[in-house]
């Protein structure tokens, strides 16, 4: 799971491109774009050798080595037996990153890696959250807008097991992957 801002597109098309085509797992990628600014994104995260990236659709089955992408306007939300669109579930952006990443811990619990790049403000939290009690991993970017990890604003417990510069994000996704988790950080 990747949940991206406005003005996101560039990172997540640099994480992405590092990932293998032959991954073990499927990608589900939630960027929030300016409605003045679409962006075709299927068409720019697929680079030759890489990941193969499409929009999600209502009803498919989950497969891994494949980038499914948020539609705009609606909710990406995964369950055991697919991606399901949907209009709403209660959360303000649509496409939402806590939607998405609720939906997963939900229905895939310790199987769920979570990573939110660059600065999203409040949107993420949530789904971090709902990720690490899951036993999920998480992920956030260490750049100029997000120098220090996420922490839960109830709380104050860190939402991030890594908080990690966009270079080093996709080695450690693809250790999460393979079953190197490491040990959990601690508030």
């Known amino acids: 799971m990747i949940g991206a801002p406005v003005g996101g597109a560039a990172a997540l098309t640099q ?7 032959d991954l073990a797992a499927a990608v589900f990628v939630v960027l929030h774009t300016a409605p003045e600014t679409p962006i075709l994104l299927a ?9 193969r990236a499409a929009a999600a659709m209502h009803g498919e089955s989950i497969t891994p080595s494949r980038i499914y992408l948020a539609v705009e306007q609606k909710q990406l939300i995964l369950s055991t037996g697919g991606v399901q669109l949907s209009d709403g579930n209660g959360h ?5 990153i806590d939607a998405l990443f ?5 229905a895939y619990q310790s199987r769920v890696v979570g990573v ?3 600065h999203v403000r409040e949107e993420g939290t949530l789904g971090l959250r709902a ?11 260490n750049n100029d ?12 417990e860190l939402l991030s097991d890594d908080h990690l510069v966009l270079e080093q994000i996709s080695a450690r996704l693809l250790a999460y992957v393979s079953g190197q988790s490491g040990e959990r950080q601690s508030a």
């Open 15 to 21: 994480l992405v491109r590092k990932l293998p085509r």
């Open 43 to 51: 068409d720019v995260l697929n680079a030759p050798g890489g990941l």
């Open 92 to 96: 303000v952006h649509r496409p939402s």
């Open 102 to 106: 609720e939906s997963a811990a939900e």
């Open 116 to 118: 939110v790049l660059l």
């Open 131 to 141: 990720i690490r009690r899951a036993g999920g991993r998480t992920v956030t970017h």
């Open 145 to 156: 807008l997000m120098r220090e990890p996420l922490r839960d604003p109830d709380t104050g």
